[in-house]
C-alpha cells in the first residue's frame, strides 16, 4: 500500500506548533517534500552538519555555493573555506532544497549562489559564484538541465 495517512492534532496549551513525520522510510520523495515545506514554513534555515578540524558545524545551506568530491571525501564549499560532510553526492540531491542542482559527476551548484556561466572547453562550462574566487566545472551531460533550472531561478 502506497497510501498515506494525515492527521491534525490540537493540543491546548503548546508553546510553538510542531510537525512530526512518522514513516516508513524518511527516503520517500513524499517525506522530504513535506520535511522540506515544514522547515521553510518554520522560517528556520535548514542546515548540513559539516567537520573541520575534528569540530562539528552545523553551516546554513544558503551559505554554502557547492559540493564537491574530492578523493574520498566530499566537501561543502563556502565563500570563506570548504567543510567535509558525511554525505555522498548521490545521497545530497535527495535531501538538499530543490535550489541545488547537480553541475557533474562531482558537483552539487547552490543555484542561488551562482554569478556566471562561461563557456571554458567544448565540453565543459565554468561557473563561478557571488562573493567568491572558487570555480567549478559544469559537463556537457549535466549542463542542459543546470541551465534549465538556472534560467527558472530568474523568472
Not at 508553546?15 to 512530526?20: A, F, N, R, S, T
Not at 571554458?120 to 543546470?146: I, Q, W
Amino acid at each position: 500500500m502506497s497510501g498515506m495517512k494525515v492527521r491534525v492534532e490540537t493540543v491546548d496549551g503548546l508553546e510553538e506548533d510542531e510537525v512530526v513525520i512518522r514513516c516508513r522510510s524518511a527516503d520517500s520523495d513524499a517525506v522530504r517534500k513535506i520535511r522540506r515545506f515544514a522547515l521553510e514554513q518554520s522560517g528556520e534555515a535548514p542546515k548540513i552538519a559539516c567537520w573541520e578540524q575534528g569540530r562539528e558545524l552545523y553551516l546554513p545551506l544558503g551559505g554554502i555555493l557547492f559540493f564537491e568530491t574530492e578523493g574520498e571525501h566530499v566537501y561543502a564549499h563556502t565563500a570563506g573555506g570548504a567543510y567535509r560532510v558525511r554525505h555522498r553526492l548521490y545521497e545530497l540531491e535527495k535531501i538538499l532544497p530543490p535550489y541545488f542542482a547537480r553541475a557533474s559527476k562531482s558537483a552539487i551548484l547552490n543555484l542561488r549562489q551562482v554569478y556566471s556561466v562561461t563557456r571554458d572547453l567544448p565540453s565543459s562550462r565554468l561557473v563561478r559564484f557571488a562573493g567568491s574566487h572558487k570555480e567549478v566545472y559544469a559537463s556537457r551531460y549535466y549542463y542542459r538541465r543546470l541551465r534549465m533550472r538556472l534560467n527558472e531561478r530568474s523568472r
